[in-house]
């Protein structure tokens, strides 16, 4: 049943997402108008797709085979515990968005786990679609890891399916390219990850990118220093420096990216794994070669600003 409402949610949230976007975007996107938008969108909704037909044909029945093992073994932290049904569950959803932010910054931080997770940062026309725009080798290794952490937890998958019920619109939500006013961001933020917190996050400097992890709740960043504010929301410049080129944004390059041998320029961020964690540490992510938080040229700089002045900078 709570599989049946995440195929309900999901989409409708993307759908009402969609057209709030048109109504009240934060940023003015797609300079080619509305068929440059289908055309961004489109080649995301591919990949999301793709992906959802991965893990019900190859991961479904392996998480059902793994649930039952487990089961049958006691192994489980929440199996120990034997606390009521409510409270067991409430954890678990608890320990999986803990495990979602951890495993957030294992891609930012592994140099091979970043060749496959910089597909998704190179979106510089962020909306809504951004949030399903992952490259297959992320979700098959995500998938993976997740094999091991659900015994471990003795997470039931129904509990998989209920944290992933709220798991699809809410990442939906924070990367929408939607004007909230500031006071109604600020509010929801206490609460969630909202488009204010996670723009910075898709920001082009290190600094920024390597921040704001959160997934659902935002109080991981908080806990463990990772939360980045930002005031002058509008000012952030998204995507990567070297996945610019159009060739990148379709979809034989979104499928490639992982292979390209490419540094960040400007900003820090070693992309490729030749060029090894040594190099990347040695580089300090507060002294960037080049700080363009503030560059107003950019399609999401203060001249790229759209009609509708309503974002968490804008009142």
């Known amino acids: 049943m709570i599989a049946e409402y995440k195929l309900i949610l999901a989409p409708s949230a993307l759908a009402l997402l969609w057209v709030a976007e048109g109504l009240v975007p934060f940023y003015s996107q797609f300079r080619g108008g509305f068929r440059d938008r289908l055309r961004h969108d489109g080649r995301n909704l591919s990949f999301g797709l793709a992906n959802a037909a991965l893990g019900a044909v190859i991961f479904a ?4 085979m793994a649930e039952r093992w487990a ?7 929440l199996r120990r515990l034997a606390w009521p049904s409510w409270a067991e569950t409430l954890l678990a959803l608890v320990l999986l968005d803990l495990w979602m932010y951890l495993w957030h910054r294992a891609n930012h931080a592994v140099p091979l786990l970043w060749r496959f997770h910089r597909m998704h940062h190179s979106d510089a026309e962020m909306d809504a679609t951004t949030g399903i725009r992952f490259h297959m080798g992320e979700v098959l ?3 993976l890891a997740r094999l091991v952490l659900l015994p471990i937890i003795g997470m039931a998958l129904w509990q998989v399916a209920a944290y992933e019920a709220f798991f699809a619109p809410i990442v939906l939500f924070h990367h929408a390219n939607v004007g909230l006013p500031r006071w109604v ?6 609460l969630v990850v909202t488009p204010a917190m996670h723009r910075v996050h898709h920001s082009r400097w290190r600094p920024e990118t390597d921040s704001n992890y959160g997934s659902v709740l935002p109080w991981w960043d908080r806990m463990f220093r990772t939360f980045r504010p930002r005031d002058d929301a509008r000012t952030i410049r998204l995507g990567l420096d070297e996945f610019d080129a159009p060739e990148w944004q379709g979809l034989r390059g979104m499928l490639e990216t992982p292979l390209a041998a490419a540094r960040r320029a400007g900003t820090g961020r070693n992309s490729a794994l030749d060029t090894g964690t040594k190099e990347r540490r040695a580089r300090s992510p507060r002294s960037p070669l080049v700080d363009n938080r503030h560059d107003p040229t950019g399609p999401q700089g203060a001249l790229g600003a759209g009609l509708f002045d309503q974002g968490p900078d804008g009142g």
């Open 141 to 143: 290794l995500s998938a």
């Open 185 to 190: 961001d600020r509010g929801l933020m206490a």
């Open 71 to 77: 089961e049958a073994r006691g192994l489980g932290l």
């Open 61 to 64: 029945g392996l998480f059902l």
